[in-house]
């Protein structure tokens, strides 16, 4: 019986429900402005891949090359990005509309703080964010996950056990 190949569909998804089961807890604590929190979301997803490159290169009895790994572990980031983006979207304008606005909340909130900001730089600030919160969120979800997924795949296709085979080299019989 020949072993099965987790997908990266299946991996990438997994990690997606992740990070929405983990971003919807942030919203439900109201825990925006606890920035290490994002962290350790990223920390799962570069962790994921590394394990999930792991298990690839396993399921393969380790005849792959880095080059094998790291694709099969960018696919995997790839799903993720995209099942992310889908969700940022549903979360910013359909679950949770009131997000953007507690979010340029907290941003006042700390422009304030700052005494060389005036309150008519503040409500640039404050207005230029409203009028492009969703694009910078999107571009958020596509650079920051692209990142840390091609960090854990680059991790991942390096620790990952290999033992390619050569295709060219013939087997000379004597």
Excluded at 22 to 48: D, P
Excluded at 93 to 109: G, H, N, Q
Excluded at 137 to 145: E, F, H
């Amino acid at each position: 019986m020949e072993k099965q190949i987790t997908s990266h569909i299946v991996k990438g998804a997994i990690l997606g429900a992740f990070t929405i089961l983990f971003s919807i807890i942030v919203y439900v604590f109201n825990l925006y402005a606890v920035t290490w929190l994002s962290w350790i979301s990223y920390a799962v997803i570069v962790g994921g891949i590394i394990y999930g490159n792991i298990l690839y290169a396993n399921q393969n009895n380790n005849n792959v090359t880095f080059g094998n790994i790291f694709a099969h572990g960018f696919k995997t980031t790839a799903v993720l990005i995209v099942i992310s983006v889908v969700y940022t979207l549903l979360s910013l304008k359909v679950l949770f509309p009131d997000m953007i606005d507690k979010i340029i909340d907290m941003s006042r909130i700390e422009m304030e703080k700052n005494p060389q900001m005036t309150d008519e730089i503040i409500e640039q600030a404050i207005s230029m964010t409203k009028k492009f919160f969703i694009p910078f969120a999107i571009g958020g979800v596509l650079i920051g996950t692209g990142i840390m997924g091609a960090i854990g795949s680059l991790i991942g296709a390096g620790v990952a056990k290999k033992n390619p085979v050569d295709p060219f080299k013939q087997d000379t019989a004597q």
